[in-house]
């Protein structure tokens, strides 16, 4: 291992100097504890010559990191289903059973790296957040996927468990925001059990994420129904042996200007023993990859003369400065992005099926932009009625504009369309990429976005003084109940984007009431939609406070 130190302190005179070292699993090899005794004396040296403190590793286990002489022959652990995983996991006495292969693994974290220390008795290695030099917040969850190693091969038949998941999420969401997530553990995420792999990418939407185990580097970004992550594998480096597997390791540097993941590869040169640049990956052993959800470095400009919503009143007109909404931008909770992506991350396609088939149609990738006319094109304020058309049934004089840009330019809208038409798509679309921060619409940055399908209140609101905050509490009931305070106290810093779905669909004797209790709502930015009583065109309707009431549909 001296030539590996030997090419670090190359590096580091390169000016490559790491915040902290990442180590994705197999410490040992056969997880005993002469072998932690060994790699602690190698991790000294390593931390040394990048003059870094214990405090700035952070280390996994991995498969061999696992005592199989502990376990029977017979014991490996199968489950039909994830509820039986997590109902082991749930129980100590079981729990303690299938992670006692690893004992030895975690004494060496005990006796060397405290800041490491397990949560959930050995459950989950560590949470921790980290702050780099450029005083850069990191947020670091390590992950077991190791547990369930009795044999091999294994792909397809080892899992981290959506119970380990959850608790390791509560733990890191509890922290203060972090500037970059990741997550580390042993095993690439196509390793794993199927059921299990699909967990993970919901839980681990917007991380990187840092892996081994193929003793191959490489890596890569995917974005897919499921959300967006970084996945890279680091290599291996051995000690005390030789192996038939290449050897290497990776620098990964975040550019926060550049908003951009850099790679640096190194391998191993059996022939002569030295650790050099491996220019058979990334161009010439580089690689840069853009990193989408980075936060954006450039503040944004506040046009004093282009108010806000929330800087209007009731009337549609611009408040005083002093009586501008000054309140922070909502922190959307990671619980209501989970519910969101089971509710509005798909399309409603049931009259696409037929019996006995299931089709999944995700969102925002498969996501079509819907287009109507701006109806303040001409000018001369706001629309009255249907103007005259074309020939192909279009407003004259209009440019068709996305609709989610006029959701974002106006305080009020109704949209009007046929059943089938894609009101409800565009809602949940807008509803799951604010929530997500990935939707390109900075006038509704830092927004709740509340999304209310109306037939889902049917017998359920008061019969009068109706009030939005007892539509937000009758709406988000049960286990949602946490999000009633945080959807009005939203509403009522003025940065809350209220979606109604289907007025049409709710009692007509409530219609008026909803309608009412909004359009009295100081500072409130919200969209309504339902179906026209007459077959016509997609078409928008910009209600300012003084018209709502008279001029929507009761």
């Given amino acids: 291992m001296s030539s590996l130190i030997d090419r670090i302190l190359t590096d580091r005179d390169k000016g490559l100097s790491p915040d902290i070292v990442v180590v994705t699993g197999d410490i040992a090899f056969q997880g005993i504890k002469d072998e932690y005794d060994q790699a602690a004396v190698f991790f000294d040296r390593l931390l040394q010559g990048l003059d870094l403190s214990k405090k700035q590793i952070f280390i996994v286990p991995g498969n061999h990191d696992v005592n199989r002489q502990l376990y029977r022959a017979s014991d490996i652990p199968s489950y039909h289903s994830m509820r039986t995983l997590n109902e082991e996991f749930e129980n100590r006495d079981f729990r303690n059973q299938l992670l006692k292969g690893q004992q030895a693994y975690f004494e060496f974290i005990h006796d060397h790296y405290a800041h490491l220390s397990p949560l959930e008795e050995n459950l989950v290695p560590f949470v921790q957040t980290f702050e780099t030099t450029g005083k850069k917040r990191l947020g670091l969850m390590g992950l077991n996927s190791a547990w369930m190693c009795r044999k091999s091969p294994d792909r397809g038949e080892v899992a981290i468990g959506e119970f380990q998941l959850k608790k390791a999420r509560e733990y890191l969401d509890a922290q203060a925001p972090c500037d970059l997530n990741l997550a580390c553990f042993h095993h690439p995420l196509d390793w794993l059990w199927k059921p299990d792999r ?54 990964l540097t975040v550019d926060w200007d550049d908003r951009s993941l850099k790679l640096n590869y190194r391998t191993f040169l059996e022939r002569n023993r030295r650790w050099i640049p491996d220019s058979c990956r990334g161009n010439d052993s580089k690689a840069v990859i853009p990193c989408v959800f980075l936060p954006d470095e450039v503040p944004e400009q506040v046009d004093e003369e282009s108010p806000t919503s929330a800087d209007r009143d009731d009337d549609g007109l611009t408040l005083p400065s002093s009586e501008r909404s000054s309140a922070a931008p909502v922190d959307i909770p990671a619980n209501y992005c989970e519910l969101l992506k089971d509710h509005c991350s798909y399309m409603e396609v049931g009259y696409l099926q037929r019996k006995g088939q299931a089709i999944t149609v995700g969102l925002p990738e498969l996501f079509i932009p819907l287009y109507a006319d701006d109806p303040d094109a001409k000018k001369g304020a706001f629309y009255e009625g249907m103007q005259e058309q074309d020939g192909a049934g279009l407003p004259v004089e209009k440019k068709p504009m996305d609709i989610q840009k006029l959701i974002e330019k106006k305080d009020a809208l109704v949209i009007r369309g046929n059943p089938g038409s894609g009101k409800t798509t565009l809602l949940k679309h807008l509803t799951y990429t604010l929530a997500n921060q990935k939707a390109d619409l900075d006038g509704l940055k830092g927004f709740f976005p509340a999304l209310l399908f109306l037939k889902d209140l049917n017998g359920r609101l008061p019969k009068e003084n109706l009030t939005l905050e007892q539509v937000f509490t009758d709406y988000y009931d049960g286990e949602k109940k946490g999000l009633a305070s945080l959807a009005f106290s939203a509403a009522q810093n003025g940065h809350c984007l209220l979606m109604l779905d289907g007025l049409d669909e709710i009692e007509k004797t409530l219609r008026k009431d909803l309608v009412n209790c909004i359009a009295d709502f100081r500072q409130l930015h919200f969209a309504i939609s339902l179906n026209p009583c007459l077959t016509r065109p997609l078409f928008m309707i910009p209600m300012p406070a003084e018209k709502i009431k008279e001029g929507m549909p009761r």
Avoid: C, K, Q, W
Wanted: net charge negative.
């Fill in 198 to 251: 699909e967990i993970v990418r919901r839980y681990l939407d917007d991380f990187v994420v840092l892996t081994g185990h193929l003793h191959d580097a490489g890596g890569g970004y995917t974005h897919d129904t499921e959300g967006r992550i970084y996945t890279f594998s680091a290599g291996g480096a051995y000690l005390g042996s030789d192996s038939e597997y290449p050897m290497g390791y990776n620098y």
